[in-house]
């Protein structure tokens, strides 16, 4: 399985675009080679560089296993959406305090839909999905808070 962005490449730079200060917009994210034993898809926007530990952004489920691109704005009805780790449900693009952030998509196929509503917590989808993932995939990619005037 793999999971590209014709946005960014894997380890490269962002769009400012898909920064919560800017646009708050998804990158365009594109699914491959899902395995024909996949029942749903589940993705996760993770910053690597938080002074807090991993951060989740977004945690989205029950994606179809047929969905060949992911759009925030437009999920199919059975899917559902978790809460981030700032306690909100919903989109949060990349939004880095100061100077160069790492984020990760990642991509996780598996055997069920997951009887979990929106809103669940990081913690209860993990739980949901352990044993559950066939497969998985990864991209990642970095984006740096533009320094405005007066930035020293």
């Known amino acids: 399985m793999h999971l ?7 380890g490269g730079r962002i769009p400012w675009s898909a ?10 994210l594109e699914i491959h080679d899902v395995p024909g034993g996949a029942r749903s ?8 560089d938080s002074p ?5 952004h977004w945690l989205v489920w029950n994606l179809p296993p047929d969905r060949s691109r992911v759009d925030a704005l437009n999920l199919r009805e059975e899917s559902r959406v978790g809460m981030d780790s ?10 880095p305090p100061e100077g160069v952030h790492r984020y990760r998509f990642r991509l996780l196929a598996l055997d069920a839909e ?7 917590t990081r913690s209860q989808f993990d739980q ?9 995939a ?9 320094r405005t005037e007066g930035d020293g």
């Not at 807090?52 to 989740?56: A, K, N, S």
């Not at 990864?138 to 533009?146: F, H, M, Q, V």
């Open 138 to 146: 990864e991209l990642t990619g970095s984006i740096e808070r533009p």
């Open 19 to 28: 920064s919560a200060p800017n646009e708050n917009r998804l990158p365009a």
């Open 41 to 48: 898809l589940a993705l996760i926007l993770e910053d690597l």
């Open 114 to 120: 997951l009887d979990l509503e929106s809103g669940a």
């Open 52 to 56: 807090l530990g991993e951060v989740t």
């Open 86 to 95: 700032f306690g909100k449900v919903g989109y949060l693009g990349p939004v």
């Open 4 to 10: 590209t962005s014709p946005a960014f490449e894997e």
């Open 128 to 136: 949901a999905a352990e044993g559950r993932v066939l497969d998985e």
